[in-house]
T-cell receptor, first 115, second 110 residues
Framework: ETGVTQSPTHLIKTRGQQVTLRCSSQ?????VSWYQQALGQGPQFIFQ???????GRGNFPPRFSGLQFPNYSSELNVNALELDDSALYLC??????????????FGNGTRLTVT | GQSLEQPSEVTAVEGAIVQINCTYQ??????LSWYQQHDGGAPTFLSY????GLEETGRFSSFLSRSDSYGYLLLQELQMKDSASYFC???????????FGSGTRLQVQP
């Protein structure tokens, strides 16, 4: 069973640039969510995708957007990067659909640094 | 609103028992989850309490009391590899998001 994989592991961008982060869900999982984790804090929910549609969103501006593909892999796009976007971005997959209480399976994350 | 409060740091010695508390202020949620995260690693699921009471999984146990807005994670027979951050989390009724506490950093000393 392949776990959740994310790429790249580390990324350095300049303020104002755009970034795309990628995630492959765990085999058999149909729901993917993205979280932002600042240093020393708990993960903060960005959004969730199920059946290729966003079906839940946290308190993040529209410049944070995403996609889910038919194979359940996903992308997180962030436009007009700001210094405060520097964080660990975690992708998590789960089974059972949008309303599930199944545990989240996290990837190791992408460490984004904005200078 | 919603918030989950955890102690920021706990220190214990190998072989000891440690309890990490989580108090919350939220109305209506499905259950209380616990995740472990080693430095530089992914959060990994430990336990889930849908109902009040104690859930035991090996050396780890978790407890929930909805009437007291309180839960805890109990780690027994501590090992050095248990040094990590531990997060409690809830999903509010009707919401997609899992809301995490700010985490408790556990240091296990020899």
């Amino acid at each position: 069973e392949t776990g959740v994989t994310q790429s790249p592991t580390h990324l350095i961008k300049t303020r104002g640039q755009q970034v795309t982060l990628r995630c492959s869900s765990q085999s058999g999982h149909n729901t993917v969510s993205w979280y932002q984790q600042a240093l020393g804090q708990g993960p903060q929910f960005i959004f969730q995708y199920y059946r290729e549609e966003e079906n839940g969103r946290g308190n993040f501006p529209p410049r944070f957007s995403g996609l889910q593909f038919p194979n359940y892999s996903s992308e997180l796009n962030v436009n007009a990067l700001e210094l405060d976007d520097s964080a660990l971005y975690l992708c998590a997959s789960s089974s059972g659909g949008a309303e599930t209480n199944s545990p989240l399976h996290f990837g190791n994350g992408t460490r984004l640094t904005v200078t | 609103g919603q918030s989950l409060e955890q102690p920021s740091e706990v220190t214990a010695v190998e072989g000891a028992i440690v309890q990490i508390n989580c108090t919350y202020q939220t109305s209506g949620f499905y259950g209380l989850s616990w995740y472990q995260q080693h430095d530089g690693g992914a959060p990994t699921f430990l336990s889930y309490n849908a109902l009040d009471g104690l859930e035991e999984t090996g050396r780890f146990s978790s407890f929930l009391s909805r009437s007291d807005s309180y839960g805890y994670l109990l780690l027994q027979e501590l090992q050095m590899k248990d040094s990590a951050s531990y997060f409690c989390a809830v999903r509010r009724t009707g919401r997609r998001a899992l809301t995490f506490g700010s985490g408790t950093r556990l240091q296990v000393q020899p």
